[in-house]
């Protein structure tokens, strides 16, 4: 049956899916015009898409919209946020706070609806994850909403096979919906994470690809040829195609079509009008990024057989009907859910266990209780060896810290190589070890399903190329998520690799952002002091920044211990009764260097403070007296030294401090004939603390 073929003239009680979905549209037109901008078109369009999937497949209760074994909905389409709003209105989700605790309000009011897009309404331009309940992961930028899907998807493979357990089948079972355009379908993101999610064979996961052949500029002709279903069938899905959004029944078939195929996830190709009903604006841009105008909406509404002057209009019945439809659905499976984790409580305790500290973002107890110290060698060892062993030790007492490379790992050494880590494939979905393959900016996408999903995931790769991924990253942060990224190949250390390899304005990027902690540790036991950190974090993502090349590892009895770094910056040695009259700071392998500068200073009888500072955001966190404690106003003459851009660097060394730094692409050569050439050595360091003592700003 296509709804748009029953006569708009039949009243509502008759013709109650049509009510429904003309409710969608109509409160999406209304909210549009009141904020007199957003995306009215594609709402009009996928409202009979969503009603069908939300009203008779969705296994998701509107008064629990964060129970574990829900299915997920993602919107990647993020700039059509209207359709959830009314989704999440008109089926009564209910809000819950930042700790899970229901609230009980709802979490989209009429109200939230009549102030879209405006100050602290629930319903910003785009549906942002921890801000409106019900909305499963923030989207916007586009490609990444279907990247994370995949996350999502992989996540809950990865918990059934851990979870599920003899009469416990379907503990965790859920799908994973995403709704894309073809602005998704053009992202290279999507590209990646579909690959990925072919090989893996991810039968719960299901694309639905709005093929309206309209983004911004006009007709998709203008740059975007290609054979999608040919594409997924290349990446191994199972492509099916509905020719008609507004036929429930096709929509419901190709739902089912996703249900029975179970070895391999689904994308579903739909035909739809944008704007469709506007007489004047279907089937063009016109419909996508504008409101459609008083007329132009009267007309629509006619055409709707709605009454033309009535705003935010939802007719008796609707609500009702979507109570009996998804909410009796939903509350049933959740509530016999519920009663089920309590039996399986009884008979796997430690498993349940596991799982309620998981869902809190917890950690087992003792999850530290094997994290190595490190002996002091002045030879040391490289960051990311010394962050291998303490990523073991923490990973073999938490069983759902979960992750891998970019195709890097036998150079991040972020593989778990304890028994039983195992391989995550299509093949064994309990392994802990991830191949994301080359494709760094789904691989940060899908950190972020993962995390969503609550277990505890990590990803890694070289510093550099966190400018493949920063679009995913830049998602943690804003949608508060602890995942975890390990970098490593972290400035010139790299060496013969050349400037392609170096990172230089990396440090200064991830400083910029807001939300996220980033860590450069100076040696073996700064790395522990850091994953203690990182594991303890709840709502930010962390970048762990680590060298290649072998630093000391620090002798502590000598001086300060490595605990200092969980305050971001600590003095690590100091001048006689704490009176320097020179700061040096560094961070990760340039703070040995400062150490042996401030040997040959004090040799020379310069008073010197080092100061290690291995993450300016825990450092900006301290009290103001800590902070002057550490750095204290009246000394001037500082150098900081760091073999990146010094960009933001006189936040702590003032306008007159001298920072060691580099400001080109570096160049390729062995390591120590670029310490020289970029004066990253004792003796620059030396000269520059002593110029700074008789004139801050004098050494250039
Ligand atoms: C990464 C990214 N680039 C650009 C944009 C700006 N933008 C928003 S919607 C859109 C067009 C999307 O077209 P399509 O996905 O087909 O959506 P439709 O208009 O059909 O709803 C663009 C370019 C964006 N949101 N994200
Ligand atoms: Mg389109």
New binding site residues.
Partial sequence: MSVATISPTLPVSQNIDLASINTIRTLSMDAVQAANSG?P??PMALAPVAYCLWQQFLRFDPQDPVWPNRDRFVLS????SMLLYSLLHLTGVRAVSKDYETLGEPSVSLDAIKNFRQLDSRCPGHPEYRWTSGVETTT????QGVATSVGMAIARQWLGTRYNRAGFEDLFDFNVYAL??????M?GISNEAASLAGHLRLSNLCWIY?N?H???EGN?SLAFTDDVATRFIAYGWNVTRVGDANDLDMLARAFRTFQNCKDRPTLIILDSH?GYGAPHKQDT?GA??EPLGEEEIRLAKRNYGWPEDQKFYVPDGVYDHFREGIGKRGKQLRDAWFARIEEYRKQYPELAEELLRMQHRLLPLGWDRDLPEFPPDPKGIATRESSAKVLNAAAKNIPWLIGGAADLSPSTKTRLVFDGAGDFSADNYAGRNFHFGIREHAMGAILNGMSLVKVRPFGSGFFIFVDYMR?SLRLSALMELPVIYVFTHDSIGVGEDGPTHQPIEQLAHMRAMPGLIMIRPADANEVREAWKVILQLHHEPAVLVLARQAVPTIDRTKYAPASGLARGAYILADAPNGDPEVILIGTGSEVSLCVEAYEQLTNEGVRARVVSMPSWELFDDQDRTYRDSVLPPKVKARVSVEQASDFGWSKYTGSEGHNVCIETFGASAPLKQLQKKFGFNVENIVAAAKSQIVSPGAHG
């Fill in positions: 995306h078109g594609t389409n993020g700039h059509a916007g930028p586009l490609g894309c355009g073809d602005g998704c379908m992202e709005d309206n309209i983004t911004i998709t944008i841009s996508h990024g679009g």
